[in-house]
Each structure stands twice: as C-alpha cells, then as structure tokens.
C-alpha cells in the first residue's frame, strides 16, 4: 500500500534522529510529528477511498489500521534505540566531555573543570536513559526522569522494581527500572576510566614532572610519587645500557642480551604498574565528590 510506505518515509528518519537527540522535548516533538503525519497521510487515503462503493464503517476500520500502522513506525524506533541504549548513552558521553565545542578532542589544561564536565555527561546521558525507557506517543507525563536522578544517586531501592509506577502493565515500557540500574552501573564504570585518564593527563599537561613544579602545594602527592619513579626507572636503564655496553665490549655477548632483556623488562613493568596505580590513586578524591552527583 502506497500510504504505508509514504507514512514509514516520513516518520522512520527523523523519529530515529529525535531519539539520538534525547531531551526533554524529543516525545513532544515525535507526537507532533506523528499526528501532522497521521492527518496527511490519512486525508490522502481518505480522498482515494471515496472512488471507492464502501460503507463507512469498512472505511473506518482501514483508516484505523493505517494509524496503527503509523504508530507502530514510532514505535519501532524507538524499541530499536533502547536496544541499542548502552552504545547512546556512551556516544553521547564520550561527545561531550572528550571533544570540545568544535569537534576537536580536549587538551585537558589547567583551565578545565573535569569535574563539572564528566557531572554535564552524565546526566545528559542519564536523560538519554530516560527517554528511551518509554513510549510517550500520547503526550502522557511520567516520573521516570525524577525516578532515574534519585535511583541513581540517593535512592538506589527505587530502580529495583521490574515495572515503572505509571507503566504497571509494562504496554509501554522499553527499559525497566532494574535494567535501568544494570545498565547506569556498568555506565558508570566505563566512563570512570575515561574521567581518571582525563584527570592524570591534566596533572601532566599543567605541571609536568619538572623536579620545580613538583614543590607547589597543588600538585597531588600521587603525582610527584609518579615523577619519582619515572627518574627511578630512567637512572635504572641507563645503568642497564651502561652494563650491557660493557659486556659487548668484553665479548660477553651472551651475558649482555640477558641482561638487556630481563632488566628492561622488569624496569617496564614496575614502572608502567607504578604509574597505571598511581593515576587511579590521583583520581580517587575526584570521583568520590562526583559519586555524590549524577
């Protein structure tokens, strides 16, 4: 049917794109786009069928099918967004904090508030969760954004439930509390190795490990730590080419190989778990205090 197809082009690609967007206003503009749809393709249908000898309850019923048809468009979208909801919620995470308002990834300089940043990604991912937990084709409200900021942070016990309060029945619910939760926890855990990467790389962008800098009070104990032991692990490999030069020139060629392969790698792999500790370590505080937020 012709109206079918001319109601799935108009509605599949930019209800998809409504969804990737995810805010407060991406059901209100899906309904508004799917009524004005709905009223266009119906009249067209409607003028085709009066050429047509039918009684109007047989005309009736194949108009309602077609806006059933329509709904189910939407309604498809949007099961396909859900099902796909780790991925947005990460994308979208990823685009705000690591690139900045031209596209380009971050520089991570003193003058970035990390924090306030990973606190802006996560909630904007969060109200992407929201979104995509449900259908809102009627235009209905719900408390599912509340529900998801306090379940979240304060109030875990409220997404232990398998059904949403004003979705009983689960008609339209796309995601459920309890996945919700799964889904924000294991969200979190990703994005906080990306937040500490972020972290440590800004100590090094602004202080570096230049042995002046690391006297200023608000360089992190951590991050002098980690200046110690790279200096560690240089005067340690120096001392293990010098060795190695010195076997070689005697004829110990046997000697120098081992020593060059057992002491380079043990001096990189104290030194890189060192420095992999340590960057957790600095970011501790700071994701403590977001702990608190979204």
Avoid at 17 to 33: M, Q, R, V
Avoid at 144 to 159: A, V
Avoid at 248 to 258: D, E, K, L
Wanted: net charge positive; proline share 2%; hydrophobic share 45%.
């Amino acid at each position: 049917m012709e109206e079918k197809s001319n109601f799935k082009q108009a509605l599949g690609g930019r209800v998809e794109a409504h969804l990737k967007e995810a805010s407060d206003n991406t059901w209100p503009a899906i309904k508004t786009l799917f009524d004005r749809q709905t009223i266009a393709v119906v009249n067209s249908f409607s003028s085709a069928l009066s050429s047509f000898k039918m009684d109007e309850q047989e005309k009736g019923d194949m108009i309602s099918k077609l806006k059933d048809y329509g709904r189910g468009v939407v309604e498809g979208k949007a099961r396909e967004a859900a099902g796909k909801v780790k991925y947005l919620m990460k994308d979208r995470f990823e685009f705000i904090f690591c690139y900045d308002d031209d596209s380009m990834p971050q520089d991570w300089t003193e003058n970035h508030d990390i924090q306030a940043m990973a606190k802006a990604a996560l909630s904007s991912s969060l109200e992407l969760l929201s979104v995509l937990a449900a259908i809102r084709l009627d235009g209905e409200s719900d408390r599912i954004w509340n529900t998801l900021k306090q379940g979240t942070t304060t109030s875990p016990h409220l997404l232990a439930s398998s059904a949403w309060e004003e979705d009983p029945e689960m008609k339209k619910t796309l995601i459920t509390p309890v996945q919700c939760k799964s889904f924000w926890d294991q969200f979190k855990q990703e994005t906080e190795k990306i937040i500490t990467q972020a972290i440590f790389i800004q100590y090094i962008v602004a202080y570096g490990f230049q042995k002046g800098n690391m006297k200023k009070k608000k360089i992190p104990k951590q991050v002098v730590t980690t200046s110690k032991v790279v200096a560690a692990g240089t005067a340690c490999v120096v001392g293990i080419v010098s060795t190695v030069a010195a076997c070689t020139a005697t004829g110990n060629v046997a000697v120098a190989v081992g020593v060059a392969v057992v002491g380079g790698a043990a001096v990189g792999v104290v030194v890189a778990g060192a420095l992999v500790a340590v960057a957790a370590h600095t970011a501790l505080v700071s994701l403590k205090n977001m702990a608190r937020g979204v």
